[in-house]
């Protein structure tokens, strides 16, 4: 029986372009500013603009999607993490450490905001080497975010979890929805944006 801990809110949307990173990213900066809450926001696209965002990611035209995460400023070594530490090493055993980023209202008065950033080719190896529908290894999978974010630790640390998705129904796409307590669908009154809703609940 999974427990959940921790306030995670998955934005949620099939439709590209809808405005879910947007979203996201106003939202973890209200709650931090207005709300005076501890957040951290999980970049679960392979596109990675949540993470380009918050802490810009390194071009890098060789690789996947031509972009890479930023080397983390407080890897020291230690084997249980890579150099560039991102969510998707979850998912093959290893612990992640979140970025701090700050971010100021008008006054100059800042508040913190964490992130744990893609990795573009790293979450694509996931979502093709795991899109096994009927897979035993691919419920573990969907099964490790939530595992994760549901730690006691996590629920001391951040108030809320905000998940930004990307457009397509992979493994990751489905850990997420399986993570999540609350969920925000951003949505234009039009064909397209109703069939990607439509499309997150036919899993
Ligand atoms: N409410 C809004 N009004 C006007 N423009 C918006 C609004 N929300 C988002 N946009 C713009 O629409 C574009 C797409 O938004 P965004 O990247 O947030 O969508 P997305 O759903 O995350 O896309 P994807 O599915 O590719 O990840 C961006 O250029 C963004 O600035
Ligand atoms: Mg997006």
């Not at 879910?20 to 596109?47: H, R, W």
């Not at 100059?108 to 979450?123: C, E, Q, S, T, Y």
């Not at 905000?162 to 796409?173: H, K």
């Amino acid at each position: 029986m999974l427990k959940y801990n921790s306030v995670v809110l998955a934005i949620l949307n099939q439709k590209g372009g809808c405005g879910k990173s947007t979203v996201c990213n106003i939202l973890a900066e209200y709650m931090a500013i207005m709300a005076n809450k501890n957040v951290l926001v999980v970049d679960l696209d392979m596109q990675c603009n949540s993470s380009d965002y918050w802490v810009g990611m390194e071009s890098s035209p060789r690789s996947v999607g031509g972009q890479l995460p930023p080397l983390h400023p407080d890897y020291d070594g230690d084997p249980d993490l890579e150099e560039r530490s991102t969510i998707a090493d979850i998912y093959f055993g290893k612990a992640v450490l979140p970025f701090e980023t700050y971010v100021s209202e008008a006054n100059g008065f800042k508040k913190r905001v964490d992130i744990m950033v893609g990795h573009p080719a790293l979450l694509e190896r996931i979502n093709s080497e795991f899109d096994n529908e009927s897979g035993q290894i691919e419920h573990k999978v969907i099964n490790r975010l939530h595992e994760f974010l549901h730690m006691e630790e996590m629920k001391e640390l951040y108030d809320i979890i905000i998940l930004d998705t990307g457009p397509s129904r992979n493994p990751i796409f489905r850990s997420a929805l399986r993570a999540a307590t609350h969920t925000i669908f951003p949505f234009e009154c039009e064909e397209k944006n109703l069939q990607g809703l439509i499309q997150c609940y036919k899993l």
